[in-house]
């Protein structure tokens, strides 16, 4: 509840300089690397597994893995910057471009997307079952595969990204022509936009979850899907924000700036979410096990039992109960390698979370007890014959994408990386948590 | 150090004060700003002062490291008070749900994680809260209702607009003359000793709140006595009723006495020979498999009239059949159904009778005696009466006998045009 | 009392006037809260007030003494419609308390200096609205005398609680909720106790001093119970922000686990929360508006908190449509006939009456709040919040009636009418809260005054600042 008030330390370095250029050098080079090795490592692979005809199948699914991945530590962050604006926030302030820097590479993150939506359109049909020839004579499907056509679920796709592109540019433009102008009302025209731009936010981010996650086991549905995915999400985007001021702190800038106080807020967000994840992942399969109807439990009959039960232990575990209760202590959250340690370490459950979400659909086949297998689309047959069927590929494409990521977030790292004109920074600077 | 017998009669109060103060207990002084106070704060500390205190109407920011107050270690509890209630939470759900009443709700697990969470966590969150709340006025030593700064006029504003730090005489550094020095020095606006009380009576607890002490305790002890005495008496005195027409309704239960009629029963028995609408089953054929006769009566070996025998009740018994006797004598009624087989597997040896053993005593039973064996049972086999009607069980018996037939057929059973497609 | 000053106003020459009027800026919070109790005769409004408020708490009373020496029978819902009014206003009751926490606990931990002035009325406002609520489910039960039944304790029945149940959930979460609200604004109470009872005191007032006094445990306002008190403060509102959410979670949870169409659906925890946050704000402003003008608390409870809130009833207004949009468009993605039935038959059916209500009161009447100028019209806030007030007990209605009264059977469907005592009750449980809460008015410390004092700027004045 502090109203102190600090200015910009005069040792700060605060030029962003080439940092923006090196980081989107990374992240290309990270990219190419890894998504290039996947490329060759699929083609290297055996044949087609799985019921899919086509042995991209896996790369695909880890594509749509990847993406959501880097789409969420994007979306999270456009979402702190709607909040800031809308409940006049300060303590973000110092932090504020990097947080830009993320929530701009949205364009990046859209198009890197293509990788999976050009093929869909180009018809192929062995990432999302909907798209396959024999959905249509399903009529669990057959009624709503107007919705779910290749052709609609693109043009979705181009709403989708260019909302969250306009959105995250606009904010981030006209907060660095207030750098330039040093205008207050520029502060003022944001938190104004900011209030419809979270209801736009908000509607699609529960479609994007719906659309691109929820869909890969298409006969499956949960009305709470969307809040969830976003909750995760948040814990990713805040996880990664934490690593990049430290990274920035470590080439010597903003290092007066931001601070252990900082960086508790940062915590106490990761922490939130964690908890706010575990409500809403817990509300849906607590409900849907309670009421116990097929139509919604056998999403969860793939995961609760066979080998992905031990995935989800190690969700439920390693995702919240593990560093909800490191997460409760302040000092987690203050001192820097601990909070580092927990920031990893949620990113890396983050993917584990989407991989849940998406892989156990992965298989399409039925078994029968004389060894005949049929191609029936995601989630059928006998659980326990479902395996986890862990590939390198999955490893390879999610780092190949976060480099596409890191490439969108360095195009965002240039000029100031404090907006030195903002009249909320004096109080951010000054910040301290109770 | 100051003491009682410090400070005589040397200032004179309007009003006569008959007993002198009491021994000094501290040194008052009032700040003007928040921020001053902090510096008085650090000063105090500086000189190493530990019996002292600041008091303000609302928490001073940046006094806590001014003083030097650690940190409390609330949190700490808190955390133990948070695992016991889950713990707690947990093991009382298990206990009572899964251990010592397990109980089938809705084809739930007895011990059902998932719904067992929600009140896991409100444990969690109840025992938590509580000992946030008894934890933090326990470590603040409160309630304290009486604290000697009270005699202060000048403490009374604190909780209003004022400033003040204490320093109590207790503390080892504490000198009068230095103490004040240093906390004129740090700025104090105002400086007051403050003494405990002098006059002997009032240094005592009044006697009303002692009373109302007894009297309240005494009285709280009412409900314990009340439930002493219940638990080690008997009474004959009905309950109390709080509703009477609900306990007392005017009606008749089974099995009482009633003025009423002859036999005083409340119980109004069925008239002689009286039989339950659609209960009569007279045809002892049809009904028991029974032929009667002169010199008493004997199995059945034909079929009730009424039944027409046709492939339409043999196919009518055979799904019976396959529905009710499968699982124990098989298919084929060699008695290798499911049961067998489990029992088998799990290492035991039971066996269901073979309906078709050429010369066994299936194949041998009167039609009348199978009959009765469905419907009454028959070793360990138990009567299926309650469940197939009187008709299936005819279906069955006629199933049955098919496949006595079918199962020992020889070559000429097969009409000869087919003889030809066997090999 | 008979200190001795040895000296007084010594550095006096230093005397400067900013310090001057920070204090007596401080005096000014205590007084203008401290005269609503300090007054020697109530306001005559107030008076009005509390005795339009006993009078339909008295309706309640005879509503209730019906109904126990009766039966639940004289109710509307001796039909399929079980669940009718008597949950409705349950669900009501309990979604209006969650705003008191909400700003007690989470605006506080999201620093939102804002809700100090609004603190104290809301959260107590959360506790009559738990009182109001419990009535509910307790009557309901037919024989409420045996209400401990639902609490584990060792019986000669040798019964234990069914925990897989969610009502059983209810009877923990709205319990430790009840108990957290209380505790949570006792500890806020005490510094503010405190103030009284010296006022008191000061003044000469003996009995009413030594209450304050007991109940303000002898705080003193130490800078070493004020370190644990605001730790233990933070610590309460770390626990009451997810205890807020579960509860009304395990409220929906109610509906939710069950299989009927329109209750089966995972958006309910957070849709419920949202709701619940929205009519409460929604209620805080229908109570604070007149008694802000009555005891002319303006300058504490200002226009910008007023707006403040009106944005947050937006914002939850908002998320509120957004489940209800999510839950219409899963219906149909689903594809089961069932759930697209319960839909349309909400805004077609027999009731489509109480849909078109729910969603116009609580979708579209909120859109007036874009504007700033009705932000800032307390009479036109506190019209569109009595309609939010009345949209969101729509909403509770719309989701048990129309789901119960179109079952999977339709030899279960029937048609809700209230009867006489279903309103009786209901006006009763306004006029208990009401009655609560003009007496909470009148004696307790209205406004956080500690906290008030916290937040205001005067309090980091003077000294050597940036010395940490």
Known sequence: MSTLQKSIHPDEKYKAGKLGKKLSGAGLAIALLFLGLSIILTLVSGTANSGHESKWSRFFHAYVIGWSYIFTLSVGMLWLILLHYLVRGRWITAIKRIIEAMATAMPIVFIAGLGFIIPLLAGYKDLYYWAHPDAAHDHHLAFKLGWLSPEFFAIRYVIYGVGFSALAAYFAKKSRQQDETGDPKISETLRIVSAPAMIVYSVLTCMVGFDVLMSIAPKWFSTIYGVSFWGSGCVGAFAALALLVLGIQRTGRLTHSVNAEHYHDIGKWMFAFTFFWAYTAFSQFMLQWYGNMPEETHWYKYRMFGEWQWVSIAILVGYFAFPFVFLLSRWTKRIVPSLVFFAVWQLVFHWLDLYWNVMPSYDWTVTYHDGARLVAGPLQGNPELHHVGFSPVDITVWIGLVGVWLAGVGRGLTGNLIPTKDPTLPLSLAHEVQ | ?423 | MSATTTAEGAPGTEHHEESAKAREAFRAVTRDVAWVAEAPKPHKAWLGALGIALIMLGIGVVSIYHLVTTGIGVWGNSNTVGWAWDITNFVWWIGIGHAGTLISAVLFLTRQTWRVSINRAAEAMTIFAVMCALLFPLLHTGRPWFAWWMLPHPNDMGMWPQFRSPLMWDVFAVSTYGLTSILFWYMGLVPDLATFRDRFAAKGDKVRAIIYGLFALGWRGSARNWHRYERAYLILAGLATPLVFSVHSVVSFDFATSQLPGWHTTIFPPYFVAGAIFSGFAMVLTLMLPLRHLFNLQHLIKESHIEAMCKILLATGMMVGLAYGTELFIAWYSGNLYEKFAFANRALGPFWWSYWAMVSCNVLIPQFFWSKKIRTSPVIIFVLCIFVNIGMWFERFVIIATSLARSFLPSNWSYFTPTIWDVGLFIGTLGLFFTMFLLFFRYVPVIAIAEVKGAMPEAHAGGNKDKH
């Open chain 2, 1 to 423: 150090m100051a003491n009682a017998h410090d400070d005589h009669h040397d200032h004179a109060h309007d009003e006569p004060a008959v007993y002198p103060d009491g021994e000094l207990y501290g040194v008052l002084a009032e700040f003007d700003t928040p921020g001053e106070l902090i510096d008085a704060a650090r000063k105090v500390r500086d000189a190493g002062y530990t019996e002292f205190d600041a008091y303000s109407p609302f928490p001073v920011h940046g006094i806590d490291e001014a003083m030097g107050i650690k940190r409390t270690i609330l949190p700490l509890i808190v955390f133990g008070g948070g695992l016991t209630g889950l713990i707690g939470g947990v093991f009382l759900q298990w206990w009572m749900n899964a251990y010592n009443w397990p109980w089938n709700i809705a084809g739930k697990p007895a011990w059902s994680i998932p719904a067992n969470v929600p009140i896991a966590f409100e444990a969690t969150i109840l025992f938590s809260v509580l000992t946030t709340f008894f934890g933090m006025w326990i470590l603040n030593k409160l309630p304290q209702v009486w604290h000697p700064f009270f005699r202060s006029d000048r403490f009374a504003k604190v909780t209003d607009d004022a400033f003040v730090l204490g320093i109590e005489a207790k503390d080892r550094r504490f000198d009068h003359a230095a103490t004040t020095k240093l906390l004129k020095d740090a700025g104090a606006i105002a400086i007051e000793d403050v003494h405990l009380e002098g006059d002997p009576r009032r240094k005592q607890m009044p006697k009303w709140i002692t009373a109302f002490i007894v009297a309240s305790t005494a009285f709280a002890l009412i409900p314990f006595a009340i439930a002493a005495k219940a638990r080690n008496s008997h009474s004959s005195e009905p309950h109390i009723h709080i509703f009477p027409d609900m306990d007392f309704q005017p009606k008749y239960k089974s099995d009482t006495a009633m003025d009423l009629f002859p036999d005083g029963r409340s119980n109004r028995g069925a008239i002689g020979g009286t039989v339950a609408r659609g209960s009569l089953n007279a045809d002892d054929v049809f009904y028991r498999g029974i032929e009667r006769s002169e010199s008493g009566g004997a199995w059945t070996t034909g079929f009730p009239k009424q039944l027409e025998i046709n492939d339409a009740l043999v196919k009518r018994g055979q799904n019976r059949y396959n529905i009710y006797c499968s699982a124990c004598h098989g298919f084929d009624g060699r008695g290798s159904g499911a049961v067998p087989l489990r029992v088998a597997a799990g290492g035991g040896a039971w066996q269901a009778r073979n309906l078709v053993e050429p010369g066994g005593a299936s194949v041998m039973m009167p039609n009348g005696q199978l009959f009765n064996t469905i419907s009454n049972g028959f070793n360990t086999m138990m009567g299926y009466a309650n469940q197939i009607p009187h008709a299936d069980r005819w279906a069955i018996v006629l199933y049955v006998r098919a496949l006595q037939r079918s199962q020992n057929a020889a070559l000429e059973d097969v009409p000869a045009d087919h003889r030809g497609s066997l090999r």
